[in-house]
C-alpha cells in the first residue's frame, strides 16, 4: 500500500495550490485521512482530517478558513485546497490514511 503525494511548490503569500495525495496497492479502509506538516526545525502538526463519509472534518486552527480538506473514495484521493498562504505555512506537508503515510511534498511560501 501506497500513498502518493503532489502538489507542493513555490508561492507568494496570499496566494493558493492543491495537495494532492492518491492511495494506491492493496485495498484497506482508509477511515480517516488527512494531513499532517513538518517545518524546518519543529516537530511534525497536524493540519487537517476528514471522515470516510467526509461529513465530519477537522482542522488546525490557524488553517481555519484558509485551508479545505474534501476526499474521493472511488479514486481513494484525499485534496487539500489552501488558500491565502502564509510564510509561516512552510513545510513539508504529509498525506495519510489510517496509519499510513505519504512521503511529503515540499511547500514554500515567500513573504
Known amino acids: 500500500v501506497q500513498l502518493q503525494a503532489c502538489g507542493g511548490g513555490l508561492v507568494q503569500a496570499g496566494g493558493s495550490l492543491r495537495l494532492s495525495c492518491a492511495a494506491s496497492?492493496?485495498?484497506?479502509?482508509?477511515?480517516?485521512m488527512g494531513w499532517f506538516r513538518q517545518a524546518p526545525g519543529k516537530e511534525r502538526e497536524f493540519v487537517a482530517g476528514?471522515?470516510?463519509?467526509?461529513?465530519?472534518?477537522i482542522y488546525l486552527d490557524s488553517v481555519k478558513g484558509r485551508f479545505t480538506i474534501s476526499r474521493d473514495n472511488a479514486k481513494r484521493t484525499v485534496d487539500l485546497q489552501m488558500d491565502s498562504l502564509k510564510p509561516e505555512d512552510t513545510a513539508v506537508y504529509y498525506c495519510?490514511?489510517?496509519?499510513?503515510w505519504g512521503q511529503g511534498t515540499q511547500v514554500t511560501v515567500s513573504s
Open positions: 495519510y490514511a489510517d496509519q499510513i
Open positions: 476528514i471522515s470516510w463519509s467526509g461529513d465530519n472534518t
Open positions: 496497492g492493496r485495498t484497506f479502509s482508509m477511515d480517516r
